[in-house]
């Protein structure tokens, strides 16, 4: 009986020793730093993959040195781990226990997009086609067909999206993120609204969003914008045709070839607005929160016209007469590619 009680505290003493040297080897082994080759490293897990199934692939990748270390280290931590598919960014220091923190939490390698203000939605839609990391459903549709499998259905597509610089992970849907930007132009756009000026010449905030697309396109100085939104107010205060060549330009459509000659400026559309007094009936482009907030809050100056001086600032008049001579100094018998408010030859308006 001794020799039988000698035996078993062999045995005991023999799987203690065993036991702790297993659990110092996986301790070190989960709080040991990993291996890369380069930092960061794309690291990705696919629907459906099991801890074991990962744990090989960062074995197989040189990440980890062994990978029924990793699928120890996630049994005494619980084992009913449940990992979130997708790209992680792995860097330098990190270790097996931080590898499967990042994996449950979820927190995903992010992209970026910009959608640079003033572009068209046209622009924005080619713009969200050539990038990679975006799974493309509308690639071929027409914008009425987009703003639908929006859920927008009969929404004019045109300065519906807001511009900013968007994060999303790899495989986001081009709805999902037109959707954010839409959803994000709605919100920018009620809070400027609710703080607007009182007594502006807008019905509703969608005319605050075409005049704020109009301001974007004709500013090229950040600080220019509200004098600019306010020279238009004006004019439309006084019923004058605001004669803005952005919008005789998106009118034009692909019939514009880069040079506004004098019959696009004759040939009526719905957008001509030397033409057509009030504002075109859409955006003609995409408008950034700062131009929204400019048509909302336009200076109060008394300046009806306004000229590119061919740097990109302007030189604002309140009278036909002043204008027409900056006219002549700025422009010198050539119109400029820069945009301006007026025709060479202004004149007062009935």
């Given at each position: 009986?001794?020799?039988?009680?000698?035996?078993?505290?062999?045995?005991?003493?023999?799987?203690s020793?065993?036991?702790?040297w297993l659990?110092?080897?996986?301790?070190?082994?989960?709080?040991?730093?990993?291996?890369?080759?380069?930092?960061?490293?794309?690291?990705?897990?696919?629907?459906?993959s099991?801890?074991?199934?990962?744990?090989?692939q960062?074995?197989?990748?040189?990440?980890?040195?062994?990978?029924?270390?990793?699928?120890?280290?996630?049994?005494?931590?619980?084992?009913?781990k449940?990992?979130?598919?997708?790209?992680?960014?792995?860097?330098?220091?990190?270790?097996?226990?931080?590898?499967?923190?990042?994996?449950?939490?979820?927190?995903?390698?992010?992209?970026?997009?910009?959608?640079?203000?003033?572009?068209?939605?046209?622009?924005?839609?080619?713009?969200?086609?050539?990038?990679?990391?975006?799974?493309?459903?509308?690639?071929?549709?027409?914008?009425?067909?987009?703003?639908?499998?929006?859920?927008?259905?009969?929404?004019?597509?045109?300065?519906?999206?807001?511009?900013?610089?968007?994060?999303?992970?790899?495989?986001?849907?081009?709805?999902?993120?037109?959707?954010?930007a839409?959803?994000?132009?709605?919100?920018?756009?009620?809070?400027?609204?609710?703080?607007?000026?009182?007594?502006?010449p807008?019905?509703?905030?969608?005319?605050?969003?075409?005049?704020?697309?109009?301001?974007?396109?004709?500013?090229?100085?950040?600080?220019?914008?509200?004098?600019?939104?306010?020279?238009?107010?004006?004019r439309?205060e006084?019923?004058?045709?605001?004669?803005t060549?952005?919008?005789?330009?998106?009118?034009m459509?692909?019939?514009?070839k880069?040079?506004?000659?004098k019959?696009?400026?004759?040939?009526?559309?719905?957008?001509?607005?030397?033409?057509?007094?009030?504002?075109?009936?859409?955006?003609?482009?995409?408008?950034?929160?700062a131009?929204?907030?400019?048509?909302?809050?336009?200076?109060?100056?008394?300046?009806?016209?306004?000229?590119?001086?061919?740097?990109?600032?302007?030189?604002?008049?309140?009278?036909?007469?002043?204008?027409?001579?900056?006219?002549?100094?700025?422009?010198?018998?050539?119109?400029k590619a820069?945009?301006?408010?007026?025709?060479?030859?202004?004149?007062?308006?009935?």
């Open positions: 009986m001794n020799l039988i009680y000698k035996l078993a505290g062999i045995a005991f003493i023999i799987l020793l065993v036991v702790g659990w110092q080897s996986l301790n070190s082994f989960s709080t040991s730093s990993i291996r890369l080759a380069s930092e960061p490293v794309t690291f990705t897990i696919a629907p459906g099991s801890i074991a199934q990962i744990a090989y960062l074995e197989r990748d040189s990440i980890i040195s062994d990978a029924s270390r990793f699928r120890w280290m996630v049994k005494l931590d619980g084992g009913d449940i990992v979130k598919t997708g790209e992680y960014e792995l860097k330098q220091g990190m270790t097996p226990k931080d590898l499967l923190v990042l994996f449950v939490s979820g927190k995903v390698k992010q992209y970026a997009f910009t959608i640079v203000e003033g572009w068209s939605f046209r622009q924005l839609l080619e713009a969200l086609i050539g990038n990679t990391h975006i799974q493309h459903t509308l690639k071929g549709k027409s914008e009425a067909d987009v703003m639908t499998a929006l859920g927008y259905e009969g929404q004019h597509h045109e300065g519906r999206f807001l511009p900013d610089t968007y994060h999303f992970p790899s495989g986001s849907t081009d709805v999902a993120f037109l959707k954010r839409y959803q994000s132009m709605a919100k920018a756009l009620e809070e400027e609204w609710q703080v607007r000026e009182k007594d502006l807008y019905e509703s905030s969608y005319d605050a969003l075409i005049m704020a697309s109009i301001v974007e396109k004709e500013t090229a100085i950040a600080s220019e914008r509200k004098e600019i939104a306010g020279v238009f107010v004006r439309l006084k019923r004058m045709r605001l004669q060549d952005p919008t005789v330009i998106y009118g459509g692909d019939s514009y880069g040079n506004l000659r019959k696009d400026l004759i040939k009526d559309t719905p957008y001509n607005t030397y033409r057509r007094k009030g504002m075109p009936p859409t955006p003609i482009a995409l408008p950034g929160r131009a929204i907030n400019a048509a909302l809050h336009p200076a109060k100056t008394n300046a009806l016209y306004f000229v590119a001086k061919g740097d990109g600032s302007h030189y604002f008049s309140e009278t036909v007469k002043e204008h027409n001579k900056a006219v002549r100094k700025y422009q010198i018998r050539q119109r820069d945009y301006r408010s007026t025709p060479a030859n202004a004149t007062k308006e009935q």
